[in-house]
């Protein structure tokens, strides 16, 4: 079982900080995604990451994939309270077939 | 813009008794999931339907979870009995491709307390 570790857990910031989250594997992973989720909804799609080494931008979310396929990263950058939620990051094997969530980091911003 | 459509969005049951779920993916997505989601913990896969057939339910509690996906389109997760240990949200997700190589785009959730 490939297992996804994030951190940090716990995430509590000011408005207009920036931020690192990461997901770290031993495993080796064909794509990675992460997502954000809202209390009581389902998690939502930011995006996907497939090359080592890959970095995508989206507004002021920057996400890398590590060079290994094992790790990845997400920055945040000047954090406006409507980031707040958790991040979940989700690992896809080729032969399993399937994704491995992790627990998520849960990000607090503060007005 | 399409969505995944999950009823009911709470359920509060008493322990022993029935519960089912109901989930219609996004037209033309013929990979269909049940995760479950307690809190503070990330989404754990239950069971994964390709089409009318389950690839993996190696974590569904067979003893008393049950799911189905007759025509390949819309599913039905079902717990009887229902135990304390059951309460979390229920997400259904859906894709395209494989897990492996697509995204997942889930629904809302159903939020299960079993009392």
């Known amino acids: 079982t490939q297992l996804l570790e994030q951190s940090p857990q716990f995430l509590s910031i000011q408005e207009g900080e920036n931020l690192t989250v990461y997901c770290n594997s031993s495993?080796?992973?064909?794509?990675l995604q992460w997502y954000r989720q809202e209390p009581g909804e389902g998690p939502v799609l930011l995006v996907t990451v497939v090359t080592g080494g890959e970095v995508k931008k989206l507004k002021r979310l920057t996400f890398q994939f590590g060079d290994a396929r094992k790790d990845s990263s997400l920055h945040i950058t000047a954090a406006q309270p409507g980031d707040t939620g958790l991040y979940l990051c989700a690992g896809g094997v080729s032969v399993e077939g399937k994704s491995t969530f992790g627990d998520g980091t849960t990000l607090t911003v503060k007005p | 813009e399409a969505e995944v459509a999950q009823s009911p969005r709470y359920k509060i049951t008493e322990k022993s008794q029935a519960v089912a779920f109901w989930c219609d993916p996004i037209s033309g997505h013929a990979t269909l999931y049940w995760y479950r989601q307690i809190l503070g913990q990330g989404p754990e896969l239950l069971v994964q339907f390709q089409d009318e057939s389950v690839v993996d339910d190696s974590q569904l509690p067979k003893d008393r979870f049950s799911a189905e996906r007759l025509k390949g389109v819309d599913s039905t997760l079902k717990i009887q009995p229902a135990e304390l240990g059951d309460s979390a949200m229920y997400l259904c997700?859906?894709?395209?491709?494989?897990?492996?190589?697509?995204?997942?785009?889930f629904g809302e959730g159903s939020r299960l307390t079993v009392l």
């Open positions: 495993s080796v992973f064909s794509s």
């Open positions: 997700a859906s894709s395209l491709l494989p897990a492996n190589t697509g995204e997942l785009f």
